[in-house]
């Protein structure tokens, strides 16, 4: 064992950094008859309630074998009953003489079609539950499998175990993060995503569209993220005077924070008043805080609302509202989510 220790842990270390699970499946079948001598190989994924197969990898044996294992064998095959209950590897060798397994019928309708005398199976575990098996098929004449091929069996599924999950959790988060950037690109907001990880920039369909109706968008873009975001979570609100590729004046505003998760991801919602809204809302016409309360009141948020996420009084939000209708000559909010679409 300790000769083969060294190749051992770089066939895991190579299966390991698989990007995909088909990847990992094609290393292990690759690399696995170096260290266990067998005609027939197979790697199994297992439903963590029922232990019937979700995924399948092999070498050595014929679709329809597989399909008939699947579909007369795996809940009459006496190897994995063992494996599930002992959680290590067992051959046939031991449960039985070879003139016995040779009359089940479980050999006769599945392991008949390849004369597989000789099987031997181990548990891939995780946190306790099996989650797959290794599966090695050997003739009569290659012989049956020894202490030395369990032991081997054993290692390999003890590490491939920690690969199989490593490779599971990458492939979820890649399958949640193409969602959020699906529903980043649907949302009506528009959004910039600044990763200074890997100095990378994500503007969603919203986003371009705005910066598309500027004469130079991509300057004013960088000027807005070169202000600061806000401090210990909180959105800071910074405003730009810019010009329409028309030339006519028009202004952006731009809510700014780190992500909860990572300081070095900013996030930019960012909203375009045009020279008409402009002029009917400058700058120095409402308080910041009255242009929080209408932002937040036009984009639908009931009053109590507003005031949990500007941690102000319902009768505060009521005030400012009143404040912003009399500026603004409205009187409602639907005239202010017309003005401020």
């Not at 929080?292 to 036009?298: G, S, Y």
């Amino acid at each position: 064992m300790d000769a083969i220790d060294d190749r051992l842990f770089d066939f895991i270390g190579n299966v390991a950094h698989a990007p995909t699970m088909q990847e990992l499946e094609n290393r292990y079948l690759d690399g696995i008859g170096t260290f266990v001598r067998a005609s027939a190989a197979g790697l199994y994924v297992l439903d963590p309630f029922t232990h019937g197969a979700q995924g399948i990898a092999a070498r050595g044996v014929s679709d329809f074998f597989l399909s008939r294992y699947e579909e007369l064998g795996r809940h009459h095959d006496p190897v994995l009953e063992r494996v599930l209950v002992e959680r290590r590897a067992v051959d046939n060798a031991l449960l039985m003489p070879a003139e016995q397994w040779s009359d089940l019928p479980v050999y006769g309708e599945v392991f008949r079609l390849h004369r597989m005398m000789n099987l031997m199976e181990a548990p891939i575990v995780v946190d306790g539950e099996v989650i797959g098996t290794l599966n090695f098929g050997r003739t009569a004449a290659e012989g049956p499998f020894a202490q030395h091929d369990r032991r081997v069996a054993d290692a390999i599924a003890r590490l491939l175990g920690a690969a199989l999950a490593s490779v599971r959790t990458r492939t979820e988060l890649t399958r949640q993060r193409d969602q959020a950037l699906a529903a980043l690109e649907l949302c009506s907001d528009a959004v910039v995503v600044t990763d200074l990880h890997r100095a990378q920039r994500r503007l969603n369909l919203a986003a371009r569209q705005l910066f598309d109706q500027l004469s130079d968008g991509e300057a004013a873009l960088e000027e807005l993220m070169m202000r600061k975001p806000g401090s210990d979570g909180a959105m800071a609100r910074h405003d730009l005077p810019v010009s329409l590729a028309d030339g006519d004046p028009a202004r952006l505003t731009a809510r700014v924070r780190h992500a909860e998760s990572d300081p070095n991801v900013v996030i930019c919602m960012v909203d375009l008043l045009t020279s008409e809204i402009a002029a009917r809302v400058l700058p120095g016409e409402l308080t910041q805080r009255e242009r929080d309360v209408a932002e937040l009141a036009a984009r639908g948020l009931r009053d109590a609302e507003i005031a949990t996420q500007l941690s102000l009084s319902r009768y505060t939000v009521k005030q400012h509202l009143k404040a912003v209708y009399g500026k603004l000559g409205i009187r409602s909010r639907v005239e202010l989510a017309r003005l401020l679409a």
